[in-house]
């Protein structure tokens, strides 16, 4: 069983539509990310998570926003989508005391 | 901020051959960590290897080992006895030990093409 899941693993949506990407793990972390991936662009932080009430804007949060519904899920929000919004998104975990993140699969997401 | 630069968008080593992968970064802080990071075709980020920036003796894990330079803020990864799973992108990334702002910082990436 994998230990971080994302849902959906692919997605293809309208300009103006609003989409949740939905992250879980198993793994009992407290931290939780999540990162976006552009090609030629590597990964860039969106937001982070030190615990359900602690959630922290990463380095491109603009246009997204983040729920911690629980230690175990971190869910990230578009409000209304937009092309430039097309990218693979990751979610990651670590412990608080981590030298390692843990990734999940990631979810393709198209944005038409 | 941090910034971690990756100079060769793209890397061809012979199957069974030795490649080097470069990484520089730049940061003001002392203490930190960097990592290796592998993605494959299947898009799976997966940890190749790490170092802490405290420790002098560069990180061993079976075929590959980081050259790591603390002066000249360089990381780069070998790549021994090269395979064709070995053909992925890999990504260099840096993370602050400090406290404060967390998440991971990557380079652009690295395609590594394996020749048979």
């Known amino acids: 069983d994998a230990d971080v899941t994302q849902t959906p693993r692919n997605r293809i949506t309208k300009t103006g539509k609003r989409i949740m990407l939905e992250c879980s793990q198993t793994?009992?972390?407290?931290?939780m990310y999540w990162y976006r991936q552009d090609p030629g662009l590597g990964l860039r932080l969106i937001y982070y998570?030190?615990?359900?009430?602690?959630?922290n804007k990463g380095e491109i949060s603009d246009g997204y926003s983040v729920s911690r519904q629980a230690q175990a899920k971190f869910s990230l929000s578009l409000e209304s989508a937009i092309p430039n919004q097309t990218a693979l998104y990751f979610c990651?975990?670590?412990?608080?005391?981590?030298?390692?993140?843990?990734f999940g699969p990631g979810t393709r997401l198209t944005v038409l | 901020a941090q910034t971690v630069t990756q100079s060769q968008p793209e890397m061809s080593v012979q199957e069974a051959e030795t490649v080097t992968l470069s990484c520089t970064y730049d940061?003001?802080?002392?203490?930190?960590?960097l990592f290796w990071y592998k993605q494959p075709p299947s898009r799976q980020m997966i940890l190749v290897i790490r170092q802490e920036a405290y420790k002098q003796q560069n990180a061993t894990e079976n075929r590959f080992s980081v050259n790591f330079q603390k002066a000249a803020k360089s990381f780069s990864l070998k790549i021994s006895d090269s395979q064709l799973g070995d053909a992925a992108m890999y990504f260099c990334a840096y993370r602050s030990a400090g406290g404060g702002a967390d998440g991971l910082t990557f380079g652009k990436g690295t395609h590594l093409i394996i020749q048979p």
């Open positions: 990651a975990t670590a412990r608080s005391d981590y030298n390692e993140q843990f």
């Open positions: 940061t003001s802080e002392s203490d930190y960590y």
């Open positions: 793994k009992g972390h407290d931290r």
């Open positions: 998570s030190f615990d359900v009430k602690d959630i």
